[in-house]
């Protein structure tokens, strides 16, 4: 019997915010590498992640929400977004379950066009919608670009989700692994640790705070079977500060206690974790302040 070719290569997650692109990546990959939330542009950088599997080595690039900026963050994002189009081996387009095309998925459209690469549309959140809105959702997309596949997926209850990954192997092209089989993503542990602190944070202010808070991590060591970190959770104005810390520190408590088992099942430790919080004004249109907190424009080149 002959023996199947080892596939390779690289996907991009591409979609306006909140379609479910990091809900999917995590559930592709069997575990949360990637931040979630009810709030749109949650995903700020490229997070590259490792699917390995007897066919091959798929490895995912789970991109910012292409949205309309309004600060140099913004504009990070959407490029860190589009910059992958021409240098994945397939691009997966999430959208949600409709047949209205808005002006957000016609820019995307438009920006596709420009590129060779096999396009799969994958229609998300079919578990919110009836069968014949996802028909009619896929005959309405089908018209306006030559997609090599449309699946319909459900990233939050794992439907369908094993048929996407047999579907976008067909078009990987053969190859050998890019990372060793045990590697799920080339994230630094402070990256990943900074990010489920955002989450948590995130999640828990609601709609109290607006979207302009980073956090940065200042140390994070291993003593013994214990791991340190101090973290600063950045907003942009002394009002969002004790709405962050909450009344009599509770607040703050919360998203730590939260953020700290994560952290310990990701670090498989114990974890001490001290949150504070500071004030830099407008850091979001700060080229310097944006450096510090991971969002270098320069690092968009190159996979």
């Given at each position: 019997m002959e023996e199947k070719a080892y596939k390779s290569g690289?996907?991009?997650l591409v979609g306006r915010p909140n379609v479910g692109k990091s809900t999917l990546m995590n559930h592709l990959i069997g575990q949360k590498i990637a931040?979630?939330?009810?709030?749109?542009?949650?995903t700020r950088n490229r997070i590259r992640t490792v699917l390995t599997t007897e066919a091959g080595q798929i490895v995912f690039l789970d991109t910012p929400g292409i949205h309309k900026a309004k600060n140099k963050l913004g504009d990070y994002m959407v490029n860190a977004a589009v910059h992958t189009f021409a240098e994945a081996d397939v691009i997966l387009w999430l959208v949600e379950p409709t047949d209205y095309i808005g002006a957000g998925e016609r820019h995307i459209i438009e920006e596709l066009k420009k590129v060779k690469t096999p396009v799969i549309l994958v229609i998300n959140k079919?578990?919110?919608v009836k069968k014949e809105e996802i028909l009619s959702s896929?005959?309405?997309y089908r018209k306006e670009l030559a997609f090599a596949e449309i699946v319909p997926v459900s990233a939050l209850k794992d439907d369908n989700t094993k048929e996407l990954i047999d579907c976008i192997f067909q078009y990987m092209p053969e190859g050998y692994a890019f990372f060793d089989e045990d590697t799920v993503t080339?994230?630094?542990m402070r990256q990943i640790a900074a990010e489920l602190i955002r989450e948590k944070a995130l999640r828990l202010l609601e709609e109290e705070v607006p979207h302009g808070i980073?956090?940065?991590?200042?140390?994070?060591?291993?003593?013994g079977r214990i791991c340190q970190i101090e973290a600063a959770i950045v907003c942009e104005r002394e009002s969002h500060k004790g709405i962050i810390i909450g009344k009599g520190g509770q607040m703050l408590k919360k998203i730590g206690t939260a953020a700290r088992r994560e952290i310990e099942e990701?670090?498989?430790?114990?974890?001490?974790?001290?949150?504070f919080v500071k004030v830099r004004k407008d850091w979001r249109d700060s080229d310097r302040f944006l450096r510090n907190?991971?969002?270098?424009p320069r690092d968009i080149s190159g996979i």
């Open positions: 690289f996907v991009t931040i979630t939330s009810s709030k749109p542009q949650t079919i578990d919110t896929i005959d309405t080339d994230q630094p980073a956090v940065n991590i200042e140390r994070m060591e291993e003593s990701m670090v498989e430790m114990q974890v001490n974790l001290k949150l907190y991971g969002y270098n």
